[in-house]
Every structure is written in C-alpha cells, then in structure tokens.
C-alpha cells in the first residue's frame, strides 16, 4: 500500500482512514458553536486526507495516521478560518461570563455556581444555560488575545529574541503551572470532562453517557469550564 512516492492506493485509503476524519470531526465539534455542520468538516478533512496520502513519504520515519491526523486536522481548521467560524457575539458572551466568574470567585472565595452566575448576569438559569451552549466555540486562547486596541501585533509588543520561537513562548514553564493550578481549582465536574475530552480522547456523546447527562449539557459544561480557566489565567 505504501511507496516512495506515497500511497499507491487512495481509494483503499479514504475507506480505511475515513472514520479516523470522522473521529477528529466529532471531537473538533465540542470547540465549535453550534451553526457549523459536521459533514463540513469531515468533506474538508476527507481533502486533507487525500492530500496526505499523496504527500506522505514511508522514508520520513513516522507513522502514516500520526501524519494524515495532522494534514485532517489543519484541512479542517483551516475551513473554520474561512467560515470565520467564531462570530464576535460569540465571544462578547463568553467574555461577560469571565468577568462574571472573576467577580464572584473573589467575592465569594470559591468557584461560583451556574446559578450564582445566572444571577451575576441578571438572566434566568435556563438563559445562562443556553449562552453557554451557544458559546460552545470557547476557547482558552483567542486570536483577539494577541491583538491590541490599535494595528500594534501581540510579537512587536514584546522583544522576542531572534530564534525565540513563539509556541515555546506560549508554552512558558510559568504558564503551564498557573494552567495545572487553574485546572486543579475547577468544580470536580468539569476537571474530570476536560480529562475525558482531552486527555482521554472522548467525545461529547462518549462523555455524556459516563456522566449520566445529555451532549448539550456537556457542551455547557465544557463552555463553562473553559471561562474558568481564562478567567484564572489574566494576566499570563
């Protein structure tokens, strides 16, 4: 099946890797509102495999679905970037409940409840609830994040050296620690979905039968779990 050139057989490839497209669709869906359509991501993802199997080299060393779940990947992530996938209410709303979250975590000395939240908002829990769900494309790091008021870009604010590479800036020993701590504080609930979806692989359906809860009320809680951490992590 494999050669130098890459894949001899790209049909017995789409029918062998398709439920691995299928597979990081469903879990890219947890980070995404609910507007977008699964079977975008997987046509774009199915292009990425294709392009994959056309690129890969067995000479290269690594395993092909380690290099295909990659190339799926970035086919997909890159169709969310042309859909401009995350509108900005999206991200007003989601901003609202971090400030919400800051206020009563320091009035309160511990995590808020969704329904003190709720009340922080001056909405009923079922309106909260469904902010949450609609804002289900939250995510710890925006793009806005490293954009200041004005044209000035995040890496000419700050004087990286030459070779300084900016994921390693991102992923700063201090950073990672106030991460771990942010993740630890979290109500048990929520620390032990973000294991199950991002550590253990589930997906939202997956996580919802452990938890004894439906996918959308994972949805809210992933939402909500995400506000936490960006919440905790001001300033980092």
């Given at each position: 099946?494999?050669?130098?050139?890459?894949?001899?057989?790209?049909?017995?490839?789409?029918?062998?890797?398709?439920?691995?497209?299928?597979?990081?669709?469903?879990?890219?869906?947890?980070?995404?509102?609910?507007?977008?359509?699964?079977?975008?991501?997987?046509?774009?993802?199915?292009?990425?495999?294709?392009?994959?199997?056309g690129r890969y080299d067995e000479l290269r060393g690594a395993q092909f679905e380690t290099y295909a779940s990659q190339r799926i990947r970035g086919s997909?992530?890159?169709?969310?970037?042309?859909?401009?996938?995350?509108?900005?209410?999206?991200?007003?709303?989601?901003?609202?409940?971090?400030?919400?979250?800051?206020?009563?975590?320091?009035?309160?000395?511990?995590?808020?409840?969704?329904?003190?939240?709720?009340?922080?908002?001056?909405?009923?829990?079922?309106?909260?609830?469904?902010?949450?769900?609609?804002?289900?494309?939250?995510?710890?790091?925006?793009?806005?994040?490293?954009?200041?008021?004005?044209?000035?870009?995040?890496?000419?604010?700050?004087?990286?050296?030459?070779?300084?590479?900016?994921?390693?800036?991102?992923?700063?020993?201090?950073?990672?620690?106030?991460?771990?701590?942010?993740?630890?504080?979290?109500?048990?609930?929520?620390?032990?979905?973000?294991?199950?979806?991002?550590?253990?692989?589930?997906?939202?359906?997956?996580?919802?039968?452990?938890?004894?809860?439906?996918?959308?009320?994972?949805?809210?809680?992933?939402?909500?779990?995400?506000?936490?951490?960006?919440?905790?992590?001001?300033?980092?």
């Amino acid at each position: 099946m494999y050669t130098a050139s890459g894949l001899s057989d790209k049909e017995q490839c789409i029918k062998e890797y398709a439920p691995l497209v299928k597979r990081i669709a469903h879990h890219l869906m947890v980070r995404l509102p609910s507007s977008i359509v699964v079977d975008d991501l997987i046509q774009a993802g199915m292009m990425g495999l294709l392009e994959a199997a056309g690129r890969y080299d067995e000479l290269r060393g690594a395993q092909f679905e380690t290099y295909a779940s990659q190339r799926i990947r970035g086919s997909m992530l890159d169709e969310l970037r042309q859909a401009d996938w995350m509108p900005r209410s999206l991200r007003r709303d989601m901003r609202r409940i971090e400030a919400a979250i800051s206020k009563l975590q320091q009035r309160l000395g511990k995590p808020p409840s969704e329904t003190e939240l709720a009340q922080e908002l001056g909405m009923p829990l079922t309106e909260y609830q469904h902010m949450l769900f609609t804002s289900r494309g939250a995510q710890l790091v925006y793009y806005e994040d490293f954009h200041s008021e004005g044209e000035e870009d995040f890496f000419e604010r700050y004087d990286f050296d030459s070779d300084a590479n900016p994921l390693e800036v991102l992923q700063d020993e201090r950073f990672r620690g106030a991460l771990i701590k942010a993740i630890g504080n979290l109500p048990e609930r929520e620390r032990l979905l973000m294991g199950m979806h991002y550590e253990q692989d589930m997906n939202l359906r997956e996580i919802g039968e452990v938890m004894g809860v439906s996918e959308s009320r994972v949805c809210q809680l992933h939402s909500q779990a995400v506000a936490r951490l960006r919440s905790s992590l001001k300033g980092h």
